[in-house]
Nanobody
């Protein structure tokens, strides 16, 4: 059974930092690209950042320079370090795993990030 479990969300003040974690199980982690997406109320889910199975990264323009995605293949973990958080970063953040060969997507349940003073 595939599971992606996010953690690390919470309430943070503008300008603050958070680190999200995604624990993957039930997949061959190192043949999956990992990604973080987010969805704010009333908005569509959007890509935040991805990291390929080989470590290449891609970021949405709105987070470039503030967020860093990483992965630890030995631990089957993906991370999203978020800094200089803005109110517009508030959303439910979802972890995604995409199989390099089939393109099949797996999703976590999401973790809430609230940015407010």
């Amino acid at each position: 059974q595939v599971q992606l479990v996010e953690s690390g969300g919470g309430l943070v003040q503008p300008g603050g930092s958070l680190r999200l974690s995604c624990a993957a199980s039930g997949i061959i982690f190192d043949i999956h690209a990992m990604g973080w997406y987010r969805q704010a109320p009333g908005k569509q889910r959007e890509l935040v950042a991805t990291i390929s199975s080989r470590g290449s990264t891609n970021y949405a323009g709105s987070v470039k320079g503030r967020f860093t995605i990483s992965r630890d293949n030995a631990k089957n973990m993906a991370y999203l370090q978020m800094t200089v958080l803005k109110p517009e970063d508030a959303a439910v953040y979802y972890c995604n795993a995409r199989n390099d060969y089939s393109g099949y997507d797996y999703w976590g349940q999401g973790t809430q990030v609230t940015v407010s003073s």
